[in-house]
């Protein structure tokens, strides 16, 4: 991945995939001057490429972070506007989870917001929750005082122990996790530690429990190097300003992970945060040597796809599952085992569905 300035695009030229996303990356990650080149470029678009543009930065998630500005020309307002809307959306998606978190409390049903607060000021495509108290009083607390429906549950949610639940006038799905993390469910004593080292956090004047700083990456990296394959912009940007507030304990961080069996995907994981530190802002993240030493690659190795930073699968994504499986039989974690080893047949049960009937639905 070779650096390179921010030019601006003739309107009369499409963009490719890789620098709809190196626009969005400079918005997003680059320092002040390069953001100033960035945004001087935005009004050179032609319509098509705007949309495109808005379109990929909905899927990063970085809409707000990357248009929203204190003072718009003509030109940029109408991606100032889009930006406020969203900005809009991410505040009712707030209120809504405050509201289901004060109430789930109040019954005895201990929660913590994973995943969903980590973009702010974006927000994702749904509302993530993480609880260990029994099922059926959290559904009865969801059905019986929000009015909320249950989603069918595909082979995964149910390995995985979640649920999604529809909630009127919500557009966004809640999606809730049973005590377990994971592609397969195959982390029990991660949701836990979770649970019992939550932290309050304020957003838009609200207070939440949200996981330490500790078990953000390693949620992110479950997500990323784990199940998705794939990184968002928001990731790399959450995770950069994460560490470079201070408040990771890389000691900590290594503990957890090497019990929970992934502590090379998070190195990788941070490694990979790094150097896009580094391609935009021009310094990298201060890591610890043991970080580097016990990560598998960098972002030599990811490139742009079907809209996202790809992974590789074939051997790293694969080598890093084995590594997990591995670590779970050492343990005796046979219960962790035998959930990571149901991931391969549901995985090839997807890809015949998907060549099938052209989706994978009812399997992830």
């Given at each position: ?8 695009v ?10 709809f996303i190196?626009f ?17 470029c935005?009004e050179?678009?032609?319509v098509e ?5 808005l ?13 929203e ?14 930006a406020?809307a969203?900005?809009a ?7 809504r989870?405050?509201?289901m978190?004060?109430?789930?409390e109040?019954?005895?049903c ?7 607060l980590?973009?702010?000021p ?17 559904v ?5 005082l ?9 082979w995964s949610?149910?390995v ?29 004593k991660?949701a ?8 309050v956090?304020?957003?838009?004047g609200?207070s939440?429990?949200v996981p330490a ?24 940007a959450?995770?950069?300003?994460l ?8 000691d ?11 502590w090379?995907?998070?190195a ?10 580094h ?6 993240l ?7 030493l ?16 790809r ?43 998907f ?10």
């Open positions: 991945m070779q650096r390179r300035a921010c030019a601006c003739p309107h009369q030229t499409t963009m490719s995939e890789n620098e190196h969005l990356s400079v918005l997003s990650l680059a320092n002040d001057r390069l953001r100033g080149e960035a945004q001087a935005l050179d678009l032609d490429n705007s949309e495109t543009l379109s990929t930065a909905s899927t990063h998630h970085v809409v707000v972070r990357a248009f500005q204190p003072e718009s020309s003509a030109v940029m307002s109408r991606f100032a506007s889009v406020a969203e900005r959306r991410a505040l009712r998606a707030v209120d989870l405050y509201e978190c004060q109430v789930l109040e019954n005895d201990r929660v913590c917001v994973i995943k969903s980590d973009h702010w974006d927000f994702g495509t749904d509302l993530d929750l993480l609880t260990c108290a029994p099922e059926e009083t959290v009865g607390v969801m059905t019986d929000f009015g909320a429906s249950i989603e069918k549950p595909t949610d149910r995985a122990r979640k649920l999604n639940f529809r909630m009127p006038g919500l557009p966004e799905l809640v999606e809730i996790h049973f005590g377990r993390l994971g592609q397969a469910g195959e982390n029990a991660l836990d530690r979770i649970l019992d080292r939550r932290v956090r304020e957003v838009a609200k939440l429990w700083p500790e078990e953000r990456i390693l949620l992110a990296t479950l997500q990323r190097l784990y199940r998705h394959y794939y990184v968002r912009i928001c990731d790399i959450n995770t950069k300003v560490i470079e507030s201070g408040g990771v304990d890389f900590e961080l290594r503990r957890a992970a090497k019990r929970a069996g992934i090379p995907g998070v990788t994981y941070l490694r990979l945060v790094s150097g896009y530190a391609h935009y802002g021009g310094r990298h201060e890591l610890p040597r043991r970080v580097w016990a990560s598998s690659f960098g972002i030599e190795k990811v490139y742009a796809n079907a809209g996202f930073l992974l590789p699968l074939f051997p790293q994504g694969t080598q890093l599952y084995v590594r997990q499986l591995i670590r779970a039989m050492r343990r005796r974690d046979a219960a962790g085992a035998i959930r990571l080893g149901l991931i391969p047949p549901l995985a090839v049960a997807a890809n015949i569905r060549k099938v009937s052209g989706n994978e639905h009812g399997i992830w």
